[in-house]
Structures are given as structure tokens and as C-alpha cells.
């Protein structure tokens, strides 16, 4: 892991968390869409915050095929799952709202769950040679002994 | 009668995102790193080569439906219930997906860490 693919890694789960917040935040100013009236969703487009959220989860997708073009799948989801917590954190600072004790635990678990996968290797060694890059010999052996 | 739809929107939420990131997954292994192909080839070679890939437009495909998704299971069911029980449940499908068609070893490190993750997003919403 180079301190460019941490970025990357963090790229995800910050544009991801910014572009959903934004989204809901320009949701807000237009008020509900109903099937009869599919013009609206036109409109929301000329909306600045939802065009800020498209722009982070434009941003967000091209860090999330990055990240699966190097590494596995059961590696970069439970890795960039810190947006929850993200979200906790901002709803606690920017609103006011407060943490439940449960919440507290859930943010823990998908805490521990993070460091649990981010720990360990991020490509593993496939039946099929479909993988373009093979992994290092150090990665196969993490993996077999975690 | 509108849980039922709920949980109906909630099964196809996980179905089209699991499907979704295993096709895209897939794609983007066959793409190759793309960090280096952009060094050789450049931005535009990198975008070439995922978008001629055609699973690469399946799982976008796949995505917009789990997009989609959940907006109709947001009107149905309540926000608590319809995006913890997707996401987490997501969470499993995709290590299970990921084991069967991309032939990923998920080790016990990867599994607890799914489940943790699962299980907090749960919490997260009680």
C-alpha cells in the first residue's frame, strides 16, 4: 500500500458521505418529487447544492473504480465504511444532535470493522487468472495466516 | 401491505448494488491498475478501457436500479428500517458474491470485518 492508494481510499468515503449530504441538503430546497410530476427532477438539477453533490460523488465513483481496479472487493468496502461514522460526527457538531450510547457502540463496531480490513491485505490470490497483477508473496501469506 | 413492499424494495436494493459492485469489480480488474495505466497512457486510455469493457456498463446499469431502489423503498418504508437493513445487508451479500463469482478469498479477517461493519450500521440507525 502506497500513501497514494490511502488517499484514494479516503477519497471514497469522504466525497461519498459529502455527495449523499449535499444531495439530501438541495432535496430539502425543492421539497418532494411525486411520479405525476417527473418535471421536477429536471429542475433539481439547476439546484447549486445538488449540483455540488454530483460533482463529490462524480469524484466519489472515479475513487471507488480506482480502488477496485488494485484491490479486492471484501478489501475497499469494509475499508471506506468510515462515512457513517462521518455522518455521526457531522450531525453532532454541525446540528447539535446527540449520540445514543448505541449509536456510540455502532460507531465502535464499524470502527473496529474498518481497521480490521484496512489491516490486512488488499489483494488476494485468485483461482482463475483474472487478476491482472499478482500479489506479493507477503500478501498471500497475511492473508492464509489472519 | 406497504412493508411488504419495503422489504420487497429492500431485496432489490441488495440484489442490483451486490451485482452492481461484483460487475464493476470485475471490470475494473480487467481494466488493471489504473494509477499506472495513467501514467503510461494517459487519462483518456484509462476511461477508453473501462468503458469498452461491457460489464463496466451492466454494473452502471445495475447501480442505477439500486439507486432507483431505494428511492421507491424510501417512500414505501420508513428511513430507518430501508437504508440500515440495505446497507448492512449489502455488506454480507457482497462478501458472499465477491467469494463465489470474483473467486476472492475472503479470510476470517475479511469476514469479521463485514460483519462488524453490518452490524454497526444497524446500530447506527436504532
Known amino acids: ?146 | 401491505m406497504r412493508e411488504i413492499y419495503a422489504w420487497a424494495a429492500i431485496a432489490l436494493i441488495i440484489l442490483a448494488s451486490t451485482t452492481g459492485d461484483i460487475l464493476l469489480a470485475y471490470s475494473m480488474k480487467r481494466v488493471g491498475d489504473v494509477g499506472e495505466l495513467w501514467k503510461r497512457s494517459g487519462m483518456l486510455a484509462v476511461i477508453g478501457r473501462a468503458l469498452s469493457t461491457p460489464t463496466f456498463a451492466l454494473g452502471v446499469m445495475a447501480m442505477g436500479v439500486a439507486f432507483y431502489s431505494l428511492l421507491f423503498g424510501l417512500s414505501w418504508g420508513n428511513l430507518s428500517l430501508v437504508v440500515p437493513a440495505s446497507a448492512s445487508l449489502t455488506f454480507v451479500a457482497n462478501a458472499i458474491a465477491a467469494r463465489i463469482f470474483l473467486h476472492e478469498r475472503v479470510g476470517r479477517r475479511r469476514w469479521i470485518a463485514a460483519l462488524l461493519v453490518a452490524g454497526g450500521v444497524v446500530l447506527m440507525a436504532v
Open chain 1, 1 to 146: 500500500m502506497t500513501f497514494r492508494k490511502y488517499l484514494v481510499l479516503a477519497g471514497i468515503t469522504i466525497f461519498s458521505t459529502a455527495g449523499d449530504s449535499l444531495l439530501a441538503r438541495g432535496m430539502k430546497d425543492t421539497g418532494g418529487i411525486s411520479l405525476h410530476h417527473l418535471s421536477g427532477l429536471l429542475l433539481v438539477i439547476l439546484n447549486p447544492w445538488v449540483v455540488l453533490g454530483i460533482l463529490c460523488l462524480l469524484t466519489f465513483f472515479s475513487c471507488y473504480m480506482s480502488a477496485l481496479s488494485w484491490a479486492d472487493l471484501t478489501y475497499v468496502l469494509p475499508a471506506t465504511s468510515l462515512g457513517y461514522v462521518l455522518v455521526a460526527f457531522i450531525g453532532r457538531i454541525g446540528f447539535h444532535e446527540v449520540i445514543s450510547p448505541t449509536r456510540w457502540v455502532g460507531i465502535m463496531m464499524i470502527a473496529a470493522g474498518v481497521g480490521f480490513a484496512a489491516a490486512g491485505p488488499t489483494v488476494t490470490p485468485s483461482r482463475h487468472q483474472s487478476v491482472s497483477k499478482e500479489p506479493s508473496p507477503q500478501a498471500i501469506s497475511q492473508e492464509i495466516s489472519s
